[in-house]
């Protein structure tokens, strides 16, 4: 255990006696100021430094020190503080002192306080009334008698802060740049992990060395794939800029996750016509569709009527991956069953709006532009979930579209039933979408339009999937 310097504790004892603290409580107050020291000795701290304080008290809260020795051991070094012209508190003791006996057991490093130990007794209130000196009572016991300086501020707590406001302004923050809720969703899931890893720490008191820590856990520890640890970067690079207005800077001494090279899974057309005949309906036209037009699982679920152009074989996806629009041909072979669907559609919206359904679900603030909007049929799910949501708090019943993960168990099942064995999955035909117009020497800049691909780059992926037809074999074009 550290001794107190004797010229520190020389200082401590004349403002004790100053201060007017009664004489049965210097050997405790003493106590605090050598554990403390100890402390920021052990924990590499900045003895002067009053920030420090709150990281001692908490400490003391962890190991479930009672509140009255609390108190004191703040009460103690803000004593100390005034030595080191750190601070200037106000003098704060109970007017009913706390006899600590040997509060602390000088064996035990971890600031344990015995039973025996935890007596209270009353002290002599007229020992604190002299002066401007004079001891006043603590906060948590008379806040109305207490004198609070301009100056002082609450300390942010180390752990166990309150992160609630912290998350608000993450999804206003996301929301208002139009970011996609998905994001929202794997962000907010990236912070709770940081709040976990450094124990709901005060945000305002994150740095940059709490970013590299928990990367690097991500990276060692929890071993993660390079997308994920890259989607964790993403998350606090966006926390610290937008929502904390940090400068994030650079994380030396973490790499960035480089992504291999991946070769997507293809299905060639046997094999496609083998999973659509094994899936039941509406999932077998889901397949079709995923494939025939090389959409994503959402934006075909997202699917509504007014997509559909029959006259002109065409589909519109709106507000596909990066809210961008794009168009599509249909598949000519597919237009009966479409048409089809749409009847179904028809009948079953009649149905609804007999039953006085309140409507679909629509995008922000649509319905409160277009208040009818929601049950006009153009705005209908082309794919509507089989029974209605009834909104929590109301008596309004909405209908959804097909949720995502029941299309992906009804691929799964038909795969499985069709003995196909690759790893095939919703976003597997899209991929088979992509290669097989490129093996039928399809452009790849139109097939990146169709695919909505922002870089061509991107799109590039599928050359690996198919055969090469190019000549590798140098020669003049003089003797073709």
Same mark, same amino acid.
């Given at each position: ?53 709150? !990281? ?25 503080? #005034?030595? /080191? ?36 007794? !009353?002290?002599? #209130? ?21 004198? +609070? ?27 208002? @740049? ?19 890893? !450094? ?34 970067? /993403? ?30 899974? +293809? ?9 659509? /005949?094994?899936? @039941? ?22 699917? @509504? ?40 559609? +028809? ?12 409507? !679909? ?14 049950? #006009? ?17 109301? #008596? ?85």
């Amino acid at each position: 255990m550290l001794e107190t310097p004797l010229y520190i504790l020389d200082k401590f004892n004349q403002l004790l006696a100053k201060k007017a603290v009664p004489d049965q409580y210097h050997s405790y107050y003493r106590k605090w100021l050598r554990y403390y020291l100890d402390f920021c000795k052990k924990n590499e701290l900045d003895q002067a430094d009053k920030n420090n304080l709150a !990281v001692f008290i908490e400490k003391l809260r962890e190991k479930n020190q009672p509140k009255q020795y609390q108190q004191q051991a703040r009460h103690a070094l803000s004593i100390f503080f #005034e030595i /080191n012209s750190a601070v200037s508190y106000k003098s704060v003791l109970p007017a009913a002192g706390i006899a600590l006996g040997s509060c602390i057991d000088n064996k035990n490093s971890d600031f344990d306080v015995s039973s025996s130990q935890r007596g209270d007794t !009353v002290a002599d #209130e007229s020992k604190g009334k002299a002066g401007d000196d004079s001891l006043s009572v603590l906060p948590e016991q008379r806040s109305d008698r207490r004198v +609070v300086q301009k100056s002082e501020q609450i300390p942010l707590k180390v752990t166990g802060a309150d992160w609630t406001a912290l998350y608000k302004n993450l999804e206003s923050s996301v929301k208002v @740049r139009h970011y996609s809720p998905k994001t929202l969703k794997a962000y907010r899931g990236w912070i709770h992990h940081l709040q976990n890893f !450094v124990k709901s720490k005060d945000p305002k008191l994150l740095e940059m060395t709490d970013v590299k820590d928990f990367l690097s856990f991500l990276a060692v520890d929890r071993k993660v794939s390079a997308s994920s640890q890259n989607q964790a970067f /993403n998350g606090l690079l966006f926390l610290f800029r937008h929502v904390l207005e940090k400068e994030f800077g650079k994380v030396d001494g973490v790499v960035r996750a480089k992504r291999k090279p991946y070769i997507p899974v +293809v299905l060639s057309r046997e094999e496609i016509d083998k999973i659509v /005949n094994n899936a @039941r309906y509406p999932y077998d036209l889901i397949i079709k569709l995923l494939y025939g037009c090389g959409l994503r699982l959402g934006e075909c679920m997202s699917l @509504r009527v007014h997509n559909f152009n029959f006259d002109f074989c065409v589909l519109t996806i709106h507000d596909g991956k990066g809210k961008k629009d794009r168009t599509v041909p249909l598949p000519e072979s597919l237009v009966p069953e479409l048409k089809k669907q749409f009847n179904n559609v +028809v009948t079953l919206h009649q149905s609804d709006l007999n039953a006085g359904y309140t409507g !679909v679900f629509l995008y922000d603030l649509l319905e409160k532009k277009y208040k009818n909007a929601a049950k #006009e049929l153009i705005w209908q799910w082309f794919f509507p979930a089989k029974e209605l949501t009834l909104l929590p708090g109301t #008596e309004e019943h909405r209908r959804y579209h097909l949720h995502d993960s029941h299309v992906q168990k009804a691929i799964t099942s038909a795969v499985r039933r069709a003995n196909i064995p690759k790893r095939a999955t919703a976003h597997t035909f899209r991929h088979s979408f992509a290669s097989h117009l490129l093996q039928a020497n399809y452009d790849i800049r139109t097939i990146q339009e169709l695919l909505g691909h922002s870089d061509v780059r991107t799109t590039m992926i599928y050359t690996h999937t198919v055969k090469s037809r190019t000549i590798k074999e140098a020669k003049s074009p003089l003797d073709f």
